[in-house]
T-cell receptor
Framework: GAGVSQTPSNKVTEKGKYVELRCDPISGHTALYWYRQSLGQGPEFLIYFQGTGAADDSGLPNDRFFAVRPEGSVSTLKIQRTERGDSAVYLC?????????????FGEGSRLTVL | AQSVAQPEDQVNVAEGNPLTVKCTYSVSGNPYLFWYVQYPNRGLQFLLKYITGDNLVKGSYGFEAEFNKSQTSFHLKKPSALVSDSAWYFCAVGSRSQGNLIFGKGTKLSVKP
């Protein structure tokens, strides 16, 4: 498809489990972003990639969160030992431009619920 | 560090009236400023951006925003609101030195017939 694709759209898991969320960006977009959004809040920055490398991971809340983008296209956000506070919608976005200023195209998000 | 403030949690407007959604920002250097809209259970959609040039920026669905450097503001406006404009609106700031965008907490716009 032409847009950013995120899977799964919904994920329910139990506390302590491991979760992977996948993002397939728009073809040719070099920059890829992960945000998370809680109800009634703005998107909270987690990490962004330029190509295969993480250009800024300052938003990752702790070492349970990790993201990869091994071939510079698809990215996976990995959450270990999930906690109830991790419940949120995880948004992925991609952009053509490398140094900011470019429009971010967002996916529909992956809603994570930790029971 | 970059930051964005949207001082109003909610803005209520009657259909046909003008609307303003406020945004102020803090960033080192020249800002890149964006507005996004989010309809219920949907992803964020780009409305408009300011990078450089004319301070008045026109975007999608009849929206516009004015960059005011002295007041560090980038308020979103529309001359005549529609019921279908009801949604959450998010202001975001970036800069050339930092590739990420920082979003505000959002403003819920409610347009009544």
């Amino acid at each position: 498809g032409a847009g950013v694709s995120q899977t799964p759209s919904n994920k329910v898991t139990e506390k302590g489990k491991y979760v992977e969320l996948r993002c397939d960006p728009i073809s040719g977009h070099t920059a890829l972003y992960w945000y998370r959004q809680s109800l009634g809040q703005g998107p909270e920055f987690l990490i962004y990639f330029q190509g295969t490398g993480a250009a800024d991971d300052s938003g990752l809340p702790n070492d349970r969160f990790f993201a990869v983008r091994p071939e510079g296209s698809v990215s996976t956000l990995k959450i270990q030992r999930t906690e109830r506070g991790d419940s949120a919608v995880y948004l992925c976005a991609s952009s053509q431009q490398q140094l900011g200023g470019g429009e971010l195209f967002f996916g529909e998000g992956s809603r994570l619920t930790v029971l | 560090a970059q930051s964005v403030a949207q001082p109003e949690d909610q803005v209520n407007v009657a259909e046909g009236n003008p609307l303003t959604v406020k945004c102020t920002y803090s960033v080192s250097g020249n800002p890149y400023l964006f507005w996004y809209v989010q309809y219920p259970n949907r992803g964020l959609q780009f409305l408009l951006k300011y990078i450089t040039g004319d301070n008045l920026v026109k975007g999608s669905y009849g929206f516009e925003a004015e960059f005011n450097k002295s007041q560090t503001s980038f308020h979103l406006k529309k001359p005549s609101a529609l019921v279908s404009d009801s949604a959450w609106y998010f202001c975001a700031v970036g800069s050339r030195s930092q590739g990420n965008l920082i979003f505000g907490k959002g403003t819920k716009l409610s347009v009544k017939p």
